[in-house]
């Protein structure tokens, strides 16, 4: 099978696959793993758990003085799933690559296939690389499912690593930072909570148990604890949104005006900045839902508040990758280090030990949008920017 031998091509190849969240990526990780497989590869895989997604990483071992080591130096992480097209109006096929100009149009191109197909493009000269001797710490690829649903995919293969004693210095994860380099994010936490009251006809209130009425009290509590961070005095200002966050996001419940009604659920998130934890802010939002309950237990003990975390993404922090930073600051146009509010694998990369920065072709305002492109430029530009940290590798033999 003959595969795509430049960036453009590669990227064309990865957007025909329709990789959004709800569907299987296997398609494109079984053709990348029979690419890895020619050039003298063995991709691993791990799957989730009906077997329908899978994340694929590869190793291209250093060889030096008679021995394969495949622990150590870099990976390049990007993942394969993109949000739906659903209702967006777009003035080409998504799913089929369409270069206008300057600018290469189609789902996933900027986020984030683009910098996998950079990546792939390289593949076979760090293959050579290795055979020549000349790589002196290996590089891996790292290819997930699942990111943009709450980075399921990450886990797995980083638990797959552990358990085969691999441990790479440093990743790059490439989502679309117009090349710069971001070295911390926020974490995100997703919850629901179902308050379960009881209905009665809106004439005998007292009777009932009004789930949207105590919900209310709940968001209102979490208002008052978002003021709170906003005025705490350990902000970090290289956030544009300085402070953690907490935001409702959606409610429903009741079925007429007449009913006193028996169940409202609402969800919200928590974005968190790197040296804040979860349970600074869950913590208290259990307690104030503990001093509800008595009271709605008195009146039908069947009665209750549920509080669930449907999604648990871990900021990126930047303590422990300030070497990485200064080797990436000579390889990028602006030395400016950026912190941003949106999160990325990054966090659980940095969670398993591995020093990480965030660094990626295209412009993240542009991703889950309809017209989602990413320039050429910007594709060249991530080209010589792995070459370098190929250079990197093969200096350090």
Known sequence: MGYPSNAVDWLTKLIGFNTVSRYSNLQL??????????????????????NTKAN???????????????TGGF???????????????????????????????GRGACDMKGFIACALT????????????????????????????????????????KAQNI????????????????????????????????????????????????????????????EQLQQR?????????????LSVGTITGGTATNIVPNLCEFTFDYRNLPHMNESQVIEPIRAFIKTLEPKMHAIDSDTGIELTRNENVPAMTDKDSQALQQLIENLVDEQQRHKVAYATEGGQFTNAGIPTVICGPGDIGNAHKANEFVSLNQLAKCESFLQQILQQCCDSH
């Open 233 to 245: 005095n350990d902000q970090d200002m290289a956030f544009d949104v300085p402070f953690s966050t």
């Open 56 to 70: 694929l990483f590869v190793t291209v071992p250093a060889m030096g003085k008679g021995d394969t080591v495949t």
């Open 75 to 105: 990976v390049f992480s990007g993942h394969t799933d993109v949000v739906p097209v659903d209702g967006q109006a777009w003035d080409t096929d998504p799913f089929v690559a369409t270069i206008i100009e300057d600018k290469l149009y």
């Open 29 to 50: 990780i079984e053709y990348v793993a029979g690419y890895c497989e020619q050039l003298g590869l063995s991709p691993r895989l791990t799957f989730n758990a009906d």
């Open 167 to 226: 441990k790479p210095d440093y990743c790059i994860v490439g989502e679309p930072t117009m090349m710069r380099m971001v070295t911390a994010h926020k974490g995100i936490q997703v919850y629901r909570c179902r308050v379960h009251g009881k209905s009665v006809h809106s004439s005998l209130t007292p009777q009932g148990v009004n789930a949207i009425s105590y919900a209310s009290k709940i968001i209102n509590f979490i208002d008052e604890l978002a």
């Open 122 to 161: 390289l593949l076979p000269t760090v293959v050579q690389a290795s055979r020549d001797k000349m790589l002196g710490k290996p590089i891996h690829l790292a290819l997930s499912y699942d990111e943009e649903v709450g980075c399921l995919g990450a886990p797995l293969l980083l638990a797959d690593l």
